[in-house]
């Protein structure tokens, strides 16, 4: 990131059911046997083969000048570890978001999220020197899937989370 761009602080917030309702749900931890929840149906991995896996982030601080989208299929992120994270997202349907679109959420430990189709996101974002992720979208989702928007093109800014 060069020293020409100029900075746009966006504060990470709480995550709820009701906030984080435009970009996709919020997964906690329930009782085995459990009825199925509405808030698993929004899982959509049927347009290729399912990839579920650990993924492994080194050194992830809160700040990005792109923002991607996933228009085949939904993604669940989770952390390894009663660590919290964060994520910045952009609702789907928008071709190419604002800065005025983004918000950022601060994800607790033992907490998943899934992200509906054509949600814009960058992150997840952490203080930790590494961190893993579970990880679950399709098998060629960051080959065939991979939708950038230029923030700093767009705008000629990086976006800083703050309030992590």
């Known amino acids: 990131m060069t020293d020409t761009l100029t900075t746009r602080h966006l504060s ?19 009782e085995d ?3 199925f929840t509405a808030e698993e149906a929004v ?8 990839r579920f896996y650990l993924m492994h982030l080194d050194d992830k601080a809160p700040e990005f ?9 939904t993604q669940t992120l989770m952390a390894v570890g009663d660590v919290e994270w964060t994520i910045a997202v952009a ?7 604002t800065l005025d679109d ?7 430990p033992r907490t998943a999220i899934t992200m509906r189709k054509g949600t814009w996101h960058a992150g997840p ?7 893993d992720f ?9 080959v065939s899937d991979h939708h950038n928007h230029r923030l700093d093109d767009a705008y000629g800014v990086r976006v800083v989370i703050v309030g992590e």
């Open 102 to 108: 983004l918000r950022a959420f601060r994800i607790p």
């Open 33 to 35: 046997g459990t009825p």
């Open 12 to 30: 990470a917030e709480p995550l709820t059911a009701s906030a984080f309702e435009p970009f996709g749900v919020l997964l906690t931890p329930m």
């Open 134 to 142: 579970v990880n679950l979208e399709l098998d060629d989702t960051n």
């Open 65 to 73: 000048v792109r923002v991607t989208r996933h228009l085949e299929t």
């Open 43 to 50: 899982l959509d991995v049927s347009n290729g083969i399912p």
């Open 91 to 97: 609702a789907p349907g928008i071709e190419e978001p």
């Open 125 to 131: 974002f952490f203080a930790e020197p590494s961190m």
